[in-house]
């Protein structure tokens, strides 16, 4: 996990009664149609569902307590977030109307690659969100539109993102230029992976690994909701911590 940033653990029997619980409530968030006029995007390809899933602070979902084999490599949280319910469909991803020709090839050619809480603001990038870490957690058996990352690539955005932050507030620096520039010489350097996961198994993620999501292939195939998971991604109550922690 730290020479990688990202690790794929083995089916947890305990991660697959809470994910296939999860996935019942989910399949009843997907039908809210509030929800989904909120959260559908590139022409009804992708349900970004944020915060979505109702599960309670301890992470349990239908008194299904969330513990895994990710506590041997984070310390999990007090207190969970509602964690999101991405789900992407057949077709993913087509462009939105106010969608630029340019940022619809990156999410083709480069999967939308980002690093987790550099959030466009006002059209600059700033840290918005310092995650302690990424679990992602399969709700069905799906290979489509898979996670993809560029393994190794945290130490290289870590190491960049210090130089430019240095001693000053996380969240007050602008990480425009390089971020970008960071993140195309981890595209010179590293070379993308896809990562699949069952139902049962859990994904890892360093904060600071640069990742994204494939466009669907041909030949992809998924359950009638879609190629679905659910996305933790818990924050520091101090962003200094998102530069000087493990």
Excluded: C
Excluded at 59 to 86: C, F, R, Y
Excluded at 137 to 161: F, N, T
Aim: glycine share 6%; charged share 25%.
């Amino acid at each position: 996990f730290e020479q990688n940033g990202f690790w794929v653990f083995d089916t947890d029997p305990r991660v697959l009664i809470w994910a296939e619980t999860a996935a019942y409530i989910a399949r009843d968030v997907l039908r809210d149609e509030a929800l989904r006029r909120q959260w559908l995007r590139h022409q009804q390809t992708w349900f970004v569902g944020v915060d979505a899933l109702p599960n309670a602070p301890d992470g349990s979902i239908s008194n299904v307590p969330l513990t895994g084999p990710w506590d041997a490599l984070v310390e999990p949280p007090t207190h969970w977030h509602k964690a999101q319910i991405s789900v992407v469909y057949e077709g993913y991803p087509k462009q939105d109307p106010d969608e630029s020709d340019a940022n619809h090839r990156f999410r083709i050619n480069r999967a939308a690659a980002h690093v987790d809480g550099i959030l466009l603001d006002g059209g600059r990038r700033f840290l918005r969100e310092p995650h302690r870490f990424i679990l992602g957690l399969p709700l069905g058996d799906s290979r489509a539109s898979p996670l993809v990352v560029w393994p190794g690539s945290h130490i290289l955005m870590r190491d960049a993102l210090r130089d430019m932050i240095l001693n000053n507030d996380a969240k007050t620096v602008d990480l425009t230029e390089g971020y970008k520039a960071a993140r195309a010489r981890v595209f010179e350097q590293i070379e993308p992976l896809e990562v699949h996961a069952e139902l049962g198994q859990s994904v890892l993620l360093h904060r600071h690994l640069l990742h994204g999501v494939a466009p669907w292939k041909p030949r992809d195939t998924a359950p009638a909701e879609g190629r679905m998971i659910a996305y933790f991604r818990p924050e520091f109550t101090d962003a200094a911590h998102w530069l000087s922690a493990r």
